[in-house]
Protein backbone atom coordinates (compact mmCIF):
# COMPACT_ATOMS: atom_id res chain seq x y z
CA UNK A 1 0.00 0.00 0.00
CA UNK A 2 1.63 3.45 -0.85
CA UNK A 3 -0.15 6.41 1.10
CA UNK A 4 0.86 9.92 -0.25
CA UNK A 5 -0.20 13.58 1.09
CA UNK A 6 -0.59 16.71 -0.63
CA UNK A 7 3.27 17.91 -0.41
CA UNK A 8 4.36 14.50 -2.12
CA UNK A 9 5.65 12.81 0.89
CA UNK A 10 4.60 8.81 0.37
CA UNK A 11 4.62 6.04 2.73
CA UNK A 12 4.90 2.28 1.95
CA UNK A 13 3.79 -0.61 3.48
CA UNK A 14 3.94 -4.10 2.37
CA UNK A 15 1.81 -7.31 3.63
CA UNK A 16 2.79 -10.39 2.66
CA UNK A 17 0.32 -13.32 2.89
CA UNK A 18 1.11 -17.09 2.85
CA UNK A 19 -1.31 -19.67 1.65
CA UNK A 20 -0.83 -23.26 3.06
CA UNK A 21 -3.11 -26.28 2.32
CA UNK A 22 -2.74 -28.13 5.82
CA UNK A 23 -6.27 -29.98 5.69
CA UNK A 24 -6.49 -33.61 4.24
CA UNK A 25 -8.73 -34.64 2.08
CA UNK A 26 -12.17 -36.18 3.00
CA UNK A 27 -13.21 -39.93 2.00
CA UNK A 28 -16.75 -39.84 0.70
CA UNK A 29 -18.52 -43.26 0.86
CA UNK A 30 -16.27 -45.78 2.86
CA UNK A 31 -18.74 -48.56 4.09
CA UNK A 32 -19.91 -49.76 7.32
CA UNK A 33 -17.74 -52.80 8.68
CA UNK A 34 -19.83 -56.30 8.15
CA UNK A 35 -20.29 -59.89 8.54
CA UNK A 36 -20.56 -62.04 5.32
CA UNK A 37 -21.37 -65.29 3.98
CA UNK A 38 -18.72 -66.77 2.19
CA UNK A 39 -20.74 -66.23 -1.21
CA UNK A 40 -21.75 -62.78 -0.56
CA UNK A 41 -18.09 -60.85 -0.13
CA UNK A 42 -19.14 -57.33 -1.35
CA UNK A 43 -17.01 -55.75 -4.21
CA UNK A 44 -15.00 -52.77 -3.18
CA UNK A 45 -17.02 -49.71 -2.75
CA UNK A 46 -16.39 -46.72 -4.94
CA UNK A 47 -15.14 -44.07 -2.97
CA UNK A 48 -14.16 -40.68 -3.60
CA UNK A 49 -11.52 -38.59 -2.07
CA UNK A 50 -12.82 -34.40 -1.85
CA UNK A 51 -10.48 -32.32 -0.87
CA UNK A 52 -10.82 -28.36 -0.66
CA UNK A 53 -7.65 -26.79 -3.00
CA UNK A 54 -6.79 -30.00 -4.93
CA UNK A 55 -9.56 -31.38 -7.32
CA UNK A 56 -7.43 -34.66 -8.59
CA UNK A 57 -6.51 -35.79 -4.91
CA UNK A 58 -4.80 -39.08 -5.27
CA UNK A 59 -6.62 -42.31 -4.19
CA UNK A 60 -5.29 -45.33 -3.49
CA UNK A 61 -6.89 -48.87 -2.32
CA UNK A 62 -5.37 -51.61 -0.72
CA UNK A 63 -6.92 -55.00 0.77
CA UNK A 64 -5.13 -57.42 3.00
CA UNK A 65 -6.66 -60.84 4.00
CA UNK A 66 -6.24 -61.73 7.45
CA UNK A 67 -6.88 -65.87 7.76
CA UNK A 68 -9.00 -67.68 9.98
CA UNK A 69 -9.86 -71.33 11.26
CA UNK A 70 -10.73 -72.61 7.66
CA UNK A 71 -10.54 -71.57 3.98
CA UNK A 72 -13.41 -69.61 3.74
CA UNK A 73 -12.99 -68.26 7.31
CA UNK A 74 -11.48 -64.75 6.78
CA UNK A 75 -11.34 -60.76 7.45
CA UNK A 76 -11.05 -58.54 4.52
CA UNK A 77 -9.23 -55.26 5.89
CA UNK A 78 -9.97 -52.56 2.86
CA UNK A 79 -8.25 -49.57 3.03
CA UNK A 80 -8.40 -45.84 1.04
CA UNK A 81 -5.62 -43.18 1.41
CA UNK A 82 -6.07 -39.59 -0.34
CA UNK A 83 -3.31 -37.72 -0.66
CA UNK A 84 -3.50 -34.26 -1.46
CA UNK A 85 -0.93 -31.77 -3.92
CA UNK A 86 0.64 -30.53 -0.04
CA UNK A 87 1.31 -34.22 0.93
CA UNK A 88 -2.29 -33.90 3.35
CA UNK A 89 -3.35 -37.50 3.93
CA UNK A 90 -6.23 -39.25 5.07
CA UNK A 91 -6.63 -42.93 5.28
CA UNK A 92 -10.35 -45.00 6.41
CA UNK A 93 -11.15 -48.36 6.47
CA UNK A 94 -13.79 -51.34 6.36
CA UNK A 95 -13.02 -54.33 8.29
CA UNK A 96 -15.57 -57.23 6.55
CA UNK A 97 -15.77 -60.38 8.36
CA UNK A 98 -15.82 -63.07 6.54
CA UNK A 99 -17.52 -66.28 7.85
CA UNK A 100 -19.08 -69.90 6.54
CA UNK A 101 -22.09 -71.37 8.63
CA UNK A 102 -23.67 -72.94 5.79
CA UNK A 103 -24.01 -76.73 5.83
CA UNK A 104 -23.06 -78.76 2.83
CA UNK A 105 -26.83 -80.63 1.05
CA UNK A 106 -26.02 -83.98 0.56
CA UNK A 107 -27.05 -85.12 -2.65
CA UNK A 108 -29.94 -88.23 -3.06
CA UNK A 109 -29.58 -90.72 -0.23
CA UNK A 110 -30.91 -94.28 -1.18
CA UNK A 111 -34.72 -95.21 0.09
CA UNK A 112 -35.31 -97.36 2.85
CA UNK A 113 -35.06 -101.35 2.06
CA UNK A 114 -36.34 -104.34 3.93
CA UNK A 115 -34.82 -107.40 2.56
CA UNK A 116 -34.98 -111.14 3.62
CA UNK A 117 -31.78 -112.64 5.00
CA UNK A 118 -31.08 -114.67 1.74
CA UNK A 119 -31.49 -111.23 -0.34
CA UNK A 120 -28.00 -109.72 -0.99
CA UNK A 121 -27.11 -106.62 0.67
CA UNK A 122 -26.94 -103.44 -2.23
CA UNK A 123 -23.20 -101.67 -2.22
CA UNK A 124 -23.82 -98.32 -0.54
CA UNK A 125 -23.84 -95.64 -3.34
CA UNK A 126 -21.38 -92.84 -3.68
CA UNK A 127 -23.26 -90.09 -2.52
CA UNK A 128 -22.04 -86.36 -3.17
CA UNK A 129 -22.86 -83.10 -1.86
CA UNK A 130 -22.57 -79.19 -2.60
CA UNK A 131 -21.87 -76.04 -0.77
CA UNK A 132 -22.24 -72.45 -1.59
CA UNK A 133 -18.48 -71.88 -0.47
CA UNK A 134 -16.26 -75.40 -1.01
CA UNK A 135 -16.17 -76.93 -3.90
CA UNK A 136 -14.92 -80.07 -2.62
CA UNK A 137 -17.11 -81.57 0.19
CA UNK A 138 -15.75 -84.50 1.96
CA UNK A 139 -18.69 -86.75 2.39
CA UNK A 140 -18.10 -90.09 4.36
CA UNK A 141 -20.22 -93.40 4.89
CA UNK A 142 -20.84 -94.98 8.58
CA UNK A 143 -22.29 -98.39 8.72
CA UNK A 144 -23.89 -99.02 11.52
CA UNK A 145 -25.71 -102.96 12.51
CA UNK A 146 -28.24 -103.09 15.22
CA UNK A 147 -28.76 -106.83 16.12
CA UNK A 148 -32.64 -107.73 15.71
CA UNK A 149 -34.28 -110.05 17.54
CA UNK A 150 -32.83 -113.51 16.21
CA UNK A 151 -29.42 -114.00 14.46
CA UNK A 152 -30.59 -113.41 11.09
CA UNK A 153 -32.24 -110.79 12.02
CA UNK A 154 -30.79 -107.01 11.86
CA UNK A 155 -31.07 -103.66 11.14
CA UNK A 156 -28.25 -101.70 9.16
CA UNK A 157 -28.18 -98.19 9.20
CA UNK A 158 -26.06 -96.20 6.83
CA UNK A 159 -24.98 -92.69 7.72
CA UNK A 160 -23.70 -90.32 5.14
CA UNK A 161 -21.59 -87.14 6.68
CA UNK A 162 -20.66 -84.29 4.44
CA UNK A 163 -18.24 -81.57 5.89
CA UNK A 164 -17.35 -78.92 4.15
CA UNK A 165 -13.60 -77.20 4.72
CA UNK A 166 -15.03 -74.88 7.99
CA UNK A 167 -16.53 -78.20 9.51
CA UNK A 168 -19.95 -77.44 8.60
CA UNK A 169 -22.34 -81.09 8.48
CA UNK A 170 -24.56 -82.18 7.37
CA UNK A 171 -25.98 -85.71 7.31
CA UNK A 172 -28.80 -88.71 6.10
CA UNK A 173 -29.66 -92.33 6.33
Known amino acids: WTATDDCGNTAVVAQ ?19 TVECDNVPDP ?6 DACDPDAVLTYKE ?4 GNCPQSYTLIRTWTATDDCGNTTSDSQVITVRDTEAPVLGTIPANLTLECSDPI ?14 DVQVTLSPQIIPGNCEDSYTMIR ?10 TATGS
Request: glycine fraction near 4%.
Open 122 to 135: PAPPVVSATDNCDN
Open 159 to 168: TWTATDDCGN
Open 45 to 50: ADVKAV
Open 16 to 34: QIYVEDTTPPVLVGIPADA
Open 64 to 67: VRQN
